[in-house]
């Protein structure tokens, strides 16, 4: 158990549909980060935040969007869904201190299902 | 962002010892060599990180010559249970270049 909490872990929807996909970093963690992970794809950075700012920017869709939480939680919403949307979606978080090193703490997972 | 290339898949059997090994030519001063292991459907999970010469864990060793432009995750003694695909991450925490998962090498050990 990483400590990083993903809901839902399953979710199906449909094109054209909207969903908010929710993380919890582990206890102490400023940084969430979001991950997309299909098939085809592999695992694709999408978008850092640190301490409820926007650090850092991936292949982030215009159609996705995340904030972060005065909580520290982070949601992941994405809108006019698309069939190549379906996919696994991670979130991650980690101390991110001043130092250049560090890890990632992976949670399950959101697999999204777009029919 | 340091480029890594990676072998796309590796065969052993049990027991036996695995490098594998990441090139990373255009590696910056401040960048580290993290690796990570990831089962089907499961995030991955941090194995080793290491900035030159060799780092050793409970679980694997990192070998980075001088030059940087190369590193080696060995894996002693592997068993069934580390099937799963292996990255090499080079970058810099502080500057969020640390975060670009290649593709990756699949591992695929046997009986």
């Known amino acids: ?115 | 962002l340091a480029k890594t290339t990676q072998p796309i898949s590796m065969d052993s059997y049990e027991g036996q010892e695995v490098n594998i090994t990441c090139s990373h030519n255009n590696i910056a001063t401040n960048d580290y060599i993290t690796w990570y292991q990831q089962f089907p459907s499961q995030g991955p999970r941090f194995i080793i990180q290491g900035y030159k010469t060799k780092v050793t864990n409970e679980v694997a060793s990192l070998f980075i010559p001088a030059d940087r432009k190369s590193s080696t995750l060995s894996l002693p003694r592997v068993s069934l249970s580390d099937t799963a695909v292996y990255y090499c991450l080079v970058g810099d925490m502080k500057a969020g270049t640390a975060l670009i998962f290649g593709k990756g090498t699949t591992l695929s050990v046997s009986s």
């Not at chain 1, 299909?38 to 996705?64: H, T, V």
């Not at chain 1, 949601?75 to 201190?97: H, P, R, T, W």
């Open chain 1, 1 to 115: 158990d990483s400590g990083v909490t993903q809901t839902p872990k399953h979710l199906i929807t449909a094109t054209g549909q909207r969903v908010t996909l929710r993380c919890s970093p582990r206890s102490g963690d400023l940084s969430v980060y979001w991950y997309q992970q299909s098939l085809d794809q592999g695992l694709q950075f999408l978008i850092q935040y640190y301490n409820g700012e926007e650090r850092a920017k991936g292949n982030i869709l215009e159609r996705f969007s995340a904030q972060q939480f005065p909580d520290l939680h982070s949601e992941l919403n994405l809108s006019s869904l698309e069939l190549g949307d379906s996919a696994l979606y991670f979130c991650a978080s980690s101390v991110e201190g001043q130092g250049r090193t560090g890890e990632l703490f992976f949670g399950e997972g959101s697999r999204l299902t777009v029919l």
